[in-house]
């Protein structure tokens, strides 16, 4: 019986903005220009135009604050939330339609000048035999089959030539006792289900203290 585990990953976009203001104007504007005429995006929400007049009052305001001119900051600063917070709202009205078509997100958010955040790496999950918390144990962790599963456990200490059976579990965990100090022992299970028992797992091996 093979068991497998299918998940699905959201695309979502990653809006980190560039903190110079020539930067942020230039990717500002290639939001606008790369969602102008872009089939993907036939209503866009808040419209390019009041973008591009954002991006247009930002850009005077941050040409005033260089002269360095009384105010000047702060009235560029406003402008710049004000270029903010309309991206914001692109970017939600991107990811609607970005989630509406799973199969072709990344490049429908890409193709509007936004970035695709990049998935969490995560260690795979494997099955451990670890030391136990006294000598001539060993705690044994494997990777859950679900609610309903429970589990065979059997270990060697020939190196995989005979198997001793362990006591089955309704978790994915267990603990053998009575292991020769110095040994090493190799352990391995399989996951029983409704529609039997699955295949044994890789052996893991410990040396028992």
Same mark, same amino acid.
């Given at each position: 019986m093979t068991m497998a585990n299918k998940t699905t990953h959201r695309i979502t976009i990653s809006l980190n903005f560039p903190?110079?203001?020539?930067?942020? +104007?230039?990717?500002?504007?290639?939001?606008?220009?790369?969602m102008t005429n872009n089939p993907s995006f036939p209503n866009p929400t808040p419209s390019?135009?009041?973008?591009?007049?954002?991006?247009?009052?930002?850009?005077?305001?941050?040409?005033?604050?260089?002269?360095?001119?009384?105010?000047?900051?702060t009235v560029r600063d406003e402008k710049r939330t004000v270029v903010v917070g309309l991206l914001q709202q692109a970017r939600g009205y991107v990811q609607g339609v970005a989630d509406a078509a799973p199969e072709n997100a990344a490049s429908i958010i890409e193709s509007a000048g936004f970035a695709v955040r990049k998935a969490p790496t995560r260690a795979a999950r494997t099955f451990e035999a670890r030391q136990g918390a006294v000598s001539g144990t060993a705690k044994l962790v494997a990777v859950s089959a679900g609610k309903r599963a429970s589990?065979?456990?059997?270990?060697?200490?020939?190196?995989?030539?005979?198997?001793? +059976?362990a006591p089955a579990t309704l978790q994915a965990k267990t603990g053998v006792t009575g292991l020769a100090s110095g040994s090493t022992v190799v352990f391995r299970y399989r996951a029983v289900l409704k529609g039997g028992e699955g295949d044994w797992s890789q052996t893991v091996a410990l040396l028992v203290k």
């Open positions: 903190k110079k203001e020539a930067d942020f +104007l230039l990717f500002a504007t290639n939001v606008t220009t790369k390019l135009a009041s973008i591009n007049a954002a991006i247009a009052e930002l850009h005077s305001a941050q040409v005033t604050a260089t002269s360095r001119a009384k105010g000047a900051t589990y065979e456990w059997q270990y060697s200490t020939d190196g995989g030539k005979t198997w001793i +059976l």
